[in-house]
T-cell receptor, first 117, second 112 residues
């Protein structure tokens, strides 16, 4: 089956630092990758959509200069939380959309728990 | 994108059948209905997807009436490990990208 990995699984950083989270599709090529954030006991909130080789499309209310997304290849997308603050502490989840013909299923990564002190 | 409405929470016991209904009154002609399961501190996991009538796989069944304004996820003989949050989503399957917008989900608690 299609597998999506995220690295790191959890990270703790000091306020003001930047944190990079990687999302990889391990056994398939992803035309599109999505980034979500999830606060405790809440649903997933879509942050942005990234297509390989082009700029990410951000959802309303998400600061593109704060959350930098790079989708350099068909198997890798990165999310960088710049100048992180405690309110950025959250569970960040990526998903990848397979480009296989006849399927449009999205596969989710295991998530990254970010804690900003 | 069609808005979905689900019960906030449900309780069940091991061995029972659980049915979770989702309302999506504004579903569009090209929209498919997809259900995901999420355990704490994990990414969502695909359960089942359908367009109309009934779909069944090894873990669940999905019932969709003719008007497609609602759908019911059926979990046969639940176990403690089925305790999770279940999300119902509607969206376009093919053509363009499928932007999944998650609703509040249904928190299912299975008791011994």
């Amino acid at each position: 089956g299609a597998v999506v990995s995220q690295h790191p699984s959890r990270v703790i950083c000091k306020s003001g630092t930047s944190v990079k989270i990687e999302c990889r599709s391990l056994d398939f090529q992803a035309t599109t990758m999505f980034w979500y954030r999830q606060f405790p006991k809440k649903s997933l909130m879509l942050m942005a959509t990234s297509n390989e080789g082009s700029k990410a499309t951000y959802e309303q209310g998400v600061e593109k200069d704060k959350f930098l997304i790079n989708h350099a290849s068909l198997t890798l997308s990165t999310l960088t939380v710049t100048s992180a603050h405690p309110e950025d502490s959250s569970f960040y989840i990526c998903s990848a959309r397979s480009r296989l013909a006849g399927t449009d299923e999205q596969f989710f990564g295991p998530g990254t728990r970010l804690t900003v002190l | 994108l069609a808005k979905t409405t689900q019960p906030i929470s449900m309780d069940s016991y091991e061995g029972q059948e659980v049915n979770i209904t989702c309302s999506h009154n504004n579903i569009a002609t090209n929209d498919y209905i997809t259900w995901y399961q999420q355990f704490p501190s994990q990414g969502p996991r695909f359960i089942i997807q359908g367009y109309k009538t009934k779909v069944t796989n090894e873990v669940a069944s999905l019932f969709i009436p003719a008007d497609r304004k609602s759908s019911t996820l059926s979990l046969p003989r639940v176990s403690l490990s089925d305790t999770a949050v279940y999300y119902c989503l509607v969206g376009v399957l093919t053509g363009g990208y499928n932007k999944l917008i998650f609703g509040a989900g249904t928190r299912l608690a299975v008791h011994p």
